[in-house]
Structure formats: structure tokens, C-alpha cells
């Protein structure tokens, strides 16, 4: 069983790889295609893909596998004969478990040790491939824009001569007022030797060039700009097109919480809670010791001396101050007073942006840490719901487990990302966000273990009209007892006794046997 199931999740698992992996390909396949990117650097690209995707696949795979191997079971009628041996369900599982509890152990190393490495050089990959420049395919017959600055128009191109006929180029790399048209009759297009710039020639043609490039256009429509035509036989343009692959810097990924492992998580955290806690006490202080927020101290009181009450040397009558000024006076104050207000509010908007900065930092930080932890354990949970469920449908093969799988999978992703997004947004704790999906998920891996152990008739049609039967008739002594103290209309009566007649007839005819 033991070899079954392991067989089963290596080939689950690459198939939900391989069908992962065209997702993520299709979410960054712009960054793939017309950049004439080498075979070596695509290969690298999927490898770092595929580690990506490990995080969603494993529990998928595991999820499928246990469904599988329980339901092949079950189907050949194997799991009720070892039942009727003696051997209990949690016992037939025990291999599996013990074996499982070797493959969270190998997800958390895989989340902590390998992720981040390949997350930094994904995204470095990404950040590459993004940055690189579309290779030079001209079409015939349409403006070509793929050149910064420049739109091209080609209508006709000979391939085996590298001629293009009839161009219009429109040159606005200094911008749109300052634009430059040519045409030409003919042209051709080459790369220098260190496939940095495009070298355009053109041949027989004219060229149209405002000279009021540094002033502004005048409004009157009527006034003419002055612009120069020149024609001429050849004409060269070096246009800046860098087509070689450059590779994003990773150090600059370094710092990021996807690049880092559990030790360093913690570490970045405590790191960044102290500095936070030592801004906010030093921004307190300054607030304390303004002159908008108290009066200006006394040389010799200090905030323990205003604290117990300690008698100042002069006390200062706020309102007779304020009437003995005259009406300018009183007016110069205020403004004062009103700048001095809006001057710490400022100062208090600016403290409160960079703790929340800090407190951004320390979420993704904590966000990240739970997430190691949450891969081991949701393989484990998936285990526990497809094992039993596997056991109580005895349905083997790729057609109920699959459907069952996506499913259960689709219900995990949708509450997973929930918790992801409310964490992220600091509406829910980030603990409570990350473990969201699995604390929704393992009650129901518990009550499914404890139905398979116990041989429920969990999917049984017949138990469940059982059930229902059994609520409609409560359901009506309820609503008698309810008629019995208040006075309910006739119709509603009626309406409640025909349903109650329909549950009967299907009740007696479902438990009467079939000829």
C-alpha cells in the first residue's frame, strides 16, 4: 500500500506541476515572447517556475493520491476485508502517516531553504527578461512600435536582399512637439557588432524637422511654424537597442521576505519591532516637549515636576492674557497658534506614514514566517481528508478523486488567499490569516477520519432522505406546538400537511423493494 501511494503521489504531483506551471508560464508569458531569448535562459526560467508552483502542487498531489489509493481500496473490496480481520482504519493508515510525517519535514526544509533561493532568482530572471528588448521583427503593411521613440512603416519588405520599400518613419525620442518625419523610397536595417544600437539607412528620401523645437506653439493656427526639408540620397539613423541579456542585480532582492529563512525572518523582525518602538518613544517625546502641546517649560521643571503638580514660579492667566491684547494682537496669536497646530499636525502625519511603513515591513515579514509552517501542515491535512473520504466513497480510478480533489482544492485556494489578503491589509492578525485555511480544513479532515472509522454511510442517498424525513416531521410537531399558541392562517396549515403528505409517499416508496 505504502509503494501505491507513493507511486500515485509522484505521478499526482506532476501532473498538478505541469499544470501549475502552464498557469504561470500564461500570467508572464509577455515577458517570454518576441524577445529572442536563448534556450538556456528559458530552461532556467521553468526550473525556478516549478519550485514556485511546489507550494500549491504538494498538497493537491497529496490530496489526489490518498483519494486514490484509499478509493482502489475500497473499490476491490480490500479495505472491508482487512476491516473484518480486526485491523481498524487508523492502523491501515499508520504507514501512510508515518510516511507523510517525513514528507512535511521535507516540504518545511524545501519552503525554508530552497524557496527563497529560487523566489530571488525568479524574480531576478523576470525583472530581466522584462527588461530586455522585443526582437526587431518589422511588419508589412502596419506601424511598427516596438523601437522607444520611433513608430516605422514599411510597405513592402524582400527578405533575401534585406530591403524594405516605401518607409515613413516618425521620430519623437525628444518628444511629440519636437517630432521628425522621413520618408524614403527604400531602406535596410543592421545591428552594430555589440548589439547596442540599430543602425537604419535610408535611401532616396525627404525629411521634415520643426525649428521651433525649444519654444512654445502658438495658439493662433493662423501663424506659420517654421520647419526644414531635407532631401536626400542616404541617410543614416543610430538608434539606441540594446538586445543583448541583461541580468537583473539580485542583491537588491536580498532584503526582501521572500528571500529570507526562518532565522532571518525573526531576526528581521525583532530587528525592525525595536527600531519601530524607538521612533514611536522618540516622536512622543518631541510631541511632549512642544510648545503647542503645553506651555514652554521653565529652566529647572522637568515632566516629573509637572506630573505630581509641583508649583511653577509663575502661573499665567490664559484668558486674562488673551484680553488684555488689542484686536491685532489677538489676531497675530491666533495665526500663530493656527500655524504652530497645523505644523505638528504635519509632523504627526509624517511620524504616523513611517511606522506604518515599519508595521508594513514586520506584517510581510510575519506573513512570511507562518508560511513556512502552513505548507507542512496543509499536506497533512489533505491527507486526513483524502484518506478517509477515499475510504467512505470507494471509488478508485481518476474520475470521482479528481473531481473530489479539485473541489476540496478550489475551497482551500479561495479561503487561503482570503486569510492572505486580510493579513496583508492588517485586518486580521497574520497569524490568524495564514492559518485561516487550515483551521477551516482540519475539523472537516477530522470528522471525515472519524465517519471512516467508524463505517458511516456518509454519501449514502438513502441515510440522507432519512434525515431529511426525520427534520420535516420535527419541523411539523414545531410548527403545531407554534399553532397551538397563536393563530396561524388555514393556508399556511394546508401548505405544511401537503408537504408533509409528499415526504411520507417518497419515505414509504424509497423503503419498499424494488421488483
Given at each position: 500500500m505504502l509503494k501505491t501511494f507513493l507511486g500515485l503521489l509522484v505521478m499526482t504531483f506532476m501532473v498538478c506541476i505541469f499544470i501549475l506551471l502552464m498557469q504561470f508560464v500564461w500570467m508572464h508569458v509577455k515577458d517570454l515572447v518576441g524577445k529572442g531569448v536563448e534556450v538556456h535562459i528559458l530552461a532556467e526560467f521553468f526550473i525556478y517556475a516549478v519550485a514556485s508552483v511546489v507550494p500549491l502542487a504538494l498538497p493537491l498531489a497529496i490530496l489526489l493520491a490518498s483519494l486514490m489509493t484509499?478509493?482502489?481500496?475500497?473499490?476491490?473490496?480490500e479495505l472491508t476485508a482487512m476491516k473484518a480481520a480486526g485491523v481498524s482504519l487508523f492502523r491501515i493508515m499508520r504507514p501512510l502517516t508515518i510516511s507523510l510525517f517525513f514528507i512535511c519535514g521535507g516540504a518545511f526544509l524545501f519552503s525554508n531553504y530552497v524557496l527563497p533561493i529560487s523566489q530571488v532568482k525568479l524574480w531576478a530572471l523576470i525583472f530581466s527578461l522584462r527588461q530586455k528588448s522585443p526582437e526587431l521583427e518589422i511588419p508589412q503593411g502596419e506601424f511598427y512600435d516596438g523601437i522607444d521613440g520611433y513608430n516605422i512603416y514599411v510597405r513592402h519588405k524582400d527578405p533575401s536582399r534585406g530591403m524594405l520599400y516605401d518607409m515613413m518613419i516618425y521620430d519623437y525620442s525628444e518628444g511629440f512637439q519636437n517630432a521628425t518625419v522621413m520618408v524614403a523610397d527604400s531602406g535596410q536595417i543592421y545591428f552594430t557588432d555589440d548589439k547596442k544600437f540599430l543602425l537604419l539607412r535610408l535611401y532616396n528620401g525627404e525629411s521634415f524637422e520643426n525649428l521651433d523645437r525649444n519654444q512654445k506653439r502658438a495658439t493662433n493656427s493662423e501663424k506659420n511654424i517654421p520647419y526644414r526639408r531635407e532631401s536626400f540620397t542616404m541617410k543614416q539613423l543610430l538608434i539606441d537597442f540594446d538586445m543583448e541579456f541583461n541580468r537583473y542585480d539580485e542583491s537588491v532582492l536580498?532584503?526582501?521576505?521572500v528571500s529570507k529563512d526562518v532565522v532571518e525572518l525573526v531576526e528581521s523582525i525583532d530587528s525592525v519591532q525595536v527600531l519601530a518602538h524607538e521612533r514611536s518613544a522618540e516622536q512622543s517625546a518631541t510631541?511632549?516637549?512642544?510648545?503647542?502641546?503645553?506651555?514652554?517649560?521653565?529652566?529647572?521643571?522637568?515632566?516629573?515636576?509637572?506630573?505630581?503638580?509641583?508649583?511653577a514660579d509663575k502661573v499665567?492667566?490664559?484668558?486674562?492674557?488673551?484680553?488684555?491684547?488689542?484686536?491685532?494682537?489677538r489676531y497675530r496669536a491666533a495665526s500663530a497658534a493656527l500655524e504652530k497646530a497645523k505644523?505638528?499636525?504635519?509632523?504627526?502625519?509624517?511620524?504616523?506614514?513611517?511606522?506604518?511603513?515599519?508595521?508594513?515591513?514586520?506584517?510581510?515579514?510575519?506573513?512570511?514566517?507562518?508560511?513556512?509552517?502552513?505548507?507542512?501542515?496543509?499536506?497533512?491535512v489533505f491527507f486526513f481528508i483524502g484518506a478517509p473520504l477515499g475510504a467512505i466513497t470507494r471509488k478508485g480510478g481518476l474520475g470521482m478523486p479528481v473531481v473530489i480533489s479539485v473541489v476540496m482544492f478550489i475551497v482551500y485556494y479561495i479561503i487561503d488567499n482570503t486569510g492572505y489578503k486580510m493579513a496583508r491589509e492588517a485586518l486580521w492578525p497574520c497569524w490568524a490569516g495564514m492559518w485561516l485555511s487550515s483551521m477551516v480544513l482540519l475539523p472537516i479532515g477530522i470528522f471525515l477520519t472519524y465517519k471512516a472509522?467508524?463505517?458511516?454511510?456518509?454519501?449514502?442517498?438513502?441515510a440522507w432522505l432519512k434525515v431529511i424525513s426525520k427534520t420535516k416531521r420535527f419541523i411539523y410537531r414545531l410548527w403545531i406546538q407554534l399553532n397551538k399558541r397563536f393563530a396561524i392562517s388555514a393556508k399556511v396549515n394546508s401548505l405544511l400537511l401537503w408537504m408533509m403528505k409528499t415526504a411520507r409517499t417518497k419515505a414509504t416508496s424509497s423503503s419498499q423493494p424494488k421488483k
Open positions: 484509499f478509493g482502489n481500496l475500497g473499490e476491490k473490496s536580498k532584503d526582501q521576505h510631541l511632549v516637549d512642544s510648545r503647542y502641546f503645553g506651555r514652554e517649560r521653565q529652566s529647572g521643571r522637568t515632566l516629573e515636576d509637572e506630573a505630581i503638580g509641583a508649583p499665567y492667566d490664559v484668558d486674562t492674557l488673551l484680553a488684555s491684547l488689542s484686536a491685532d494682537e505644523s505638528q499636525r504635519d509632523q504627526i502625519d509624517y511620524n504616523a506614514l513611517m511606522l506604518d511603513d515599519y508595521q508594513r515591513y514586520i506584517r510581510r515579514h510575519e506573513i512570511e514566517l507562518h508560511r513556512k509552517f502552513t505548507l507542512a501542515f496543509a499536506c497533512l472509522a467508524t463505517d458511516s454511510s456518509l454519501f449514502n442517498p438513502d
